[in-house]
């Protein structure tokens, strides 16, 4: 039903999930015009969660998201929106991951204005999803190693290490 941004939950069952993001400092966006007065205009450094009341949201990208604001080094801005619940501001979230495909939930870090690193699920046939980049609850928040594309078995493991440092180190510089 295109066009009609009416909440698939009721809305007093979905609140605490939102609440689980806001009470650790993010901030809720609601509308498309919210969505882009934010990402529209700043070069903090972002981070934008699409809840969902999913059972991947509830096991994995929420408690992902809480562990993770425990490091050091965190994004500026916290930003949310809410799949299925407020799904004009959603789909204007996910207008700027460019290159990605809508995955509920999905995390995207923006540094400088500039999506430097997506996580999200992928339908791969058969009702199976599978996550594309995982985000480990105790790692430091986008500080992960490059995708090597599922060939790593047959390449150099030096080179492959090598490969890996440089994209950890490169994503710790955006963050900063």
Same mark, same amino acid.
């Given at each position: 039903?295109?066009?009609?941004n ?22 809720? +966006? ?9 990402? =529209? ?13 999913? =059972?991947?949201?509830? @096991?994995?990208?929420?408690?992902a998201?809480? +562990?993770?604001? %425990?490091? &050091?080094?965190?994004?500026k801005r916290? +930003?949310?929106?809410?799949?299925? %619940? ?6 204007? &979230?996910?207008?700027?991951?460019? =290159? ?7 995390m ?13 699920? @992928? ?9 594309? @980049? ?6 430091? +928040?986008g ?6 594309? =599922? ?6 493991? %030096?080179?492959?290490?090598?490969? %890996? ?12």
């Open positions: 039903m295109a066009g009609l009416v909440p698939m939950y009721d809305p007093r069952l979905v609140q605490p999930m939102r609440e689980e993001l806001t009470r650790i400092g993010f901030e809720e +966006l609601r509308t498309p015009a919210e969505v882009d007065q934010v990402l =529209g205009t700043t070069n903090d450094t972002t981070l934008v969660v699409v809840n969902s009341v999913c =059972g991947c949201a509830a @096991r994995n990208a929420r408690p998201a809480t +562990l993770a604001l %425990q490091h &050091a080094r965190r994004p916290l +930003l949310t929106v809410f799949a299925g %619940q407020d799904a004009e501001a959603t789909e204007r &979230a996910r207008s700027y991951f460019t =290159g990605y495909p809508p995955s509920s939930p999905q995207g870090l923006f540094k400088d204005g500039a999506l430097v690193f997506m996580s999200g699920r @992928r339908n791969v046939g058969d009702g199976y999803m599978m996550t594309t @980049r995982f985000m480990h609850p105790t790692a430091k +928040l500080f992960h190693g490059p995708f090597n594309g =599922g060939e790593a078995e047959s390449k150099d493991p %030096q080179l492959l290490a090598k490969a %890996q440092r440089a994209g950890v180190n490169a994503v710790a510089d955006l963050v900063d």
